[in-house]
């Protein structure tokens, strides 16, 4: 079964599973977005860096932080990294319908330039894989990292997600059915190791697990599914059946955090 190092988060409520309310929908009131902060990070090559780049960064580093690994123990060609994101290109596309500044000239490629940042960032050079879809697709991207683990492709994988929801907070108000309030900003990273093995993916029916994101965070699409196993890390948990409901679709998958 693959296991977790540490996840690295980062949401509107603050850094960590301490950071989170009892309550998502109560902490949030009124408020139907709840903004994460842009990390301040040095350097000309993120001057020009989206948003979205720069918390996926950022995400990354908690995680190193949490796994107690080093830049140097991930870079090169024995690390994967998975991407996935329902909302995180969002205002880029929004951006360039407007005719908005922008740093995306192709905002079709938006969902490509999370990673690449990150892999330039960390000096990834092993399997790429990016998936597009809500909290399903994220259970998908830990089945992914724990395939190309058990199949020898690389001896850690990250799996990182991001949402970013305040860009386009009204037109995610006119699709209010799509997703419940409070929409969270969220990115989170989660390093693993092991294997795919005896993993339980497929179909599955929602979690505890997953009700207690929900209640906690509030609605973080991708991100949901790291955030529940960071809580399950937090309150000691060995292992964790992570679920995540996307369009109808709902999958699961069993990892030992």
């Known amino acids: 079964m693959t296991r977790v190092l540490g996840v690295g988060l ?23 977005v709840v903004p994460l902060v842009t990390p ?35 870079a090169g060609p024995r690390t994967a990294l998975v991407y996935v994101t329902a909302a995180a290109y969002a205002a880029s596309n929004k951006g360039f319908i407007e005719g908005a500044g922008t740093t995306l000239h192709f905002p079709y490629t938006a969902p490509s330039a999370v990673p ?19 909290a399903a697709a994220a259970v998908d991207a830990l089945w992914q990292a724990g395939t190309l683990l058990a199949a020898g492709r690389a001896d850690t994988a990250l799996v990182l997600a991001v949402e970013t929801f305040d860009e386009c907070a ?12 409070p929409l969270v900003e969220a990115a989170a990273c989660a390093v693993l190791v092991g294997s795919g093995d005896d993993s339980g993916y497929g179909p599955g029916a929602a979690s505890t697990l997953e009700a ?31 679920t995540g409901r996307w369009r109808g679709r709902r999958a699961q998958i069993a990892v030992a955090t």
């Not at 301490?18 to 109560?26: G, Q, S, V």
């Not at 009204?170 to 309030?181: I, K, T």
């Open 116 to 134: 690449a940042e990150v892999a330039i960032e960390y000096g990834l050079t092993g399997g790429y894989v990016i998936l597009v879809g809500g």
């Open 170 to 181: 009204d037109l995610w108000a006119r699709g209010r059915w799509a997703a419940p309030r």
């Open 40 to 74: 301040p990070l040095a350097g000309e090559r993120f001057r020009r860096a989206t948003r979205e780049c720069l918390l996926g960064v950022a995400a990354v580093e908690a995680a190193l932080r949490e796994s107690g690994l080093s830049r140097a123990a991930v």
């Open 212 to 242: 207690l994101v929900a209640r906690r965070a509030g609605e973080t699409l991708a991100c949901a599914p790291l955030v529940g196993l960071a809580l399950a890390r937090a309150a000691g948990a060995p292992h964790a059946r992570v």
């Open 10 to 32: 980062l949401t509107g409520w603050g850094a960590g599973v301490a950071a989170l309310p009892e309550d998502a929908r109560r902490a949030a009131g009124d408020r139907r």
